[in-house]
């Protein structure tokens, strides 16, 4: 596998001095604080509640607490104290490298291997450090600037990590090395500003993706399964395998049932072990990385 999961994730980096840091609350505020922002759209240089980008999220939440930290992502890595991973304490800042050189995008640590931050793709969100789909093989380091009291964890459900439109597009324009063209998509929500226009570009440009009735991409917006068949079939050229699936949810009248097929016939899937494909189901993260391992292998 060449380049895994999951879409670029750029932050706005600025140059500023390094203000005084001040001594805040306890973790436990903090998450409350960090947690109150879940679901603030991303914007590029954004600041403020109307939309953040990673470092403006960061230094907005600490400023709450009463911690002051400077804007941009790489001078917020050049702050306070270098921490091991294995340390790692709720308020930690967690910084990884999604372009270009050293830290482009930073978050808040939470515990239980997970952190918040502002993502390009969802807005503020939580995701796992860890996660073997893209942030786990981006990861950098980290950096205490205050020392909070009391080690907690944001008390939610666990969060499905779904891949994607614009994601799935971005990793299958790195994965085919596919060229931007001159002229961008004439999609209404997809401006020339937004972060993936490029690889949204391409992947239309190539026949991968197209928008809907109104001319929307919908960048934000989640697959299923059959139509993330769909696109691995045409994505890759495969020729079609007509035939029945052995999945029990997939009727041979079924519009996806010789692309689910394909993918079948190729090893590229094996669908679930409850006999069925999840025609209907959104693709997760995972299951995003596992169909593109066995493609790329």
Known sequence: MKRMMFLVFACLLLSTSTPAMASASSATSLIQTASAYKGTPYRYGGTTTAGFDCSGYTQFVFKKEGVSIPRDTKSQYASGKAISKSNLKTGDLVFFNTFGKGASHVGIYVGSS???????????????????????????????????????????APEVDYATRAEIAQILVEELNLSVPTDGPAFKDVTTSHPQYKVIAAAAEAGIFSGNSAGEFMPDDYLTRSQLAKVLVEAYDMPIIAGQ?????????????????????????????????????????????????????
């Open 114 to 156: 997970k952190f918040i931050h502002a993502s390009t793709s969802r807005g503020v969100m939580v995701s796992s450090i860890n996660d073997p789909a893209y942030w786990g093989s981006r990861y950098i380091g980290a950096r205490r600037v205050n020392n909070f009291q009391a080690e907690t964890t944001i008390a939610s």
């Open 245 to 297: 699936t052995p999945f029990k949810d997939v009727a041979h009248s079924n519009w996806a049932n010789n692309y689910i097929n394909t993918l079948y016939k190729n090893g590229i899937t094996s669908g679930y072990t409850d006999g069925t494909f999840g025609t209907n189901k959104k693709v997760t993260a995972n299951e995003f990385k596992i169909f593109m391992s066995r493609l790329t292998k």
